[in-house]
């Protein structure tokens, strides 16, 4: 079964620092996403990406954050100066196609990059 | 009004109970829901996607969509164990960013043996 992968699992920073998160998204997929989870809170919305530039950002994905793929295996979310209120889980998500039809719509998670602010 | 409500639990029931899961959502442009289901410290994974009204069934799991009330539900038959884990509802607009998804809160479900 074809995975999304996330690296670090965890990272620990201190505030001020810039951290970057880097995702392999599904090989065939087109479209990538960045969502954010504080502890106990609902999964929220970041960031779409598609052909190579973002297609919809959310009030939270601010001037600190930008996101790149590099490559045309690598996705990263970089948060230049690391706030306390960025600790969360990051989760990267990628989707093969919208629209109607089979396989269309169907976001993969990875299983997250636990950022910790101190 | 929140765009999605869903109570958080936590939700305990023995094993072999039918599980009822629900949300409620505000906007009626919300054309494609789903379920998924969280591990502790884990990514979501999806479990049903429905576009627009109507049911669908896999295996022990049914979801059903009724648009006229904007409400979702999830039922899982025979419970078991390892289905102990946070369900997660979730939404999105028609087909120009279905990838951009509305989560509720998460309800938290607990199967005792």
């Known amino acids: 079964e074809p995975e999304v992968t996330q690296t670090p699992s965890h990272q620990v920073t201190q505030m001020g620092q810039e951290v970057i998160l880097r995702c392999v998204p599904i090989?065939?997929?087109?479209?990538f996403y960045w969502y954010r989870q504080i502890l106990g809170q609902k999964v929220e919305f970041l960031v779409s990406?598609?052909?190579?530039?973002?297609?919809?950002k959310s009030e939270i994905f601010d001037d600190q954050f930008s996101v790149e793929r590099p490559d045309g295996s690598n996705f990263t979310l970089k948060i230049r100066s690391t706030k306390l209120e960025d600790s969360a889980m990051y989760f990267c998500?990628?989707?093969?196609?919208?629209?109607?039809?089979?396989?269309?719509?169907?976001?993969?998670f990875g299983a997250g990059s636990r950022l910790t602010v101190l | 009004q929140k765009e999605v409500e869903q109570d958080p639990g936590p939700l305990s029931v023995p094993e072999g109970a039918i599980v009822s899961l629900n949300c409620t959502y505000s906007?009626?442009?919300?054309?494609?829901f789903m379920w998924y289901r969280q591990y502790s410290r884990k990514g979501p994974e999806l479990l049903m996607y429905?576009?627009?009204?109507g049911n669908k069934e896999d295996g022990r799991f049914t979801a059903q969509v009724d648009k006229s009330s904007k409400y979702i539900s999830l039922f899982i038959r025979d419970s078991q164990p390892s289905d102990s884990a946070t369900y997660l509802c979730?939404?999105?607009?028609?087909?120009?960013?279905?990838?951009?998804?509305?989560f509720g809160q998460g309800t938290t479900l607990q199967v005792k043996p």
């Open positions: 906007n009626s442009a919300f054309q494609y």
């Open positions: 979730a939404m999105t607009r028609g087909s120009s960013n279905t990838g951009k998804l509305i």
């Open positions: 990406f598609y052909n190579n530039e973002i297609s919809e």
């Open positions: 998500a990628s989707l093969l196609r919208q629209g109607r039809g089979s396989g269309a719509n169907v976001l993969t």
């Open positions: 090989s065939n997929h087109l479209y």
């Open positions: 429905t576009y627009s009204s």
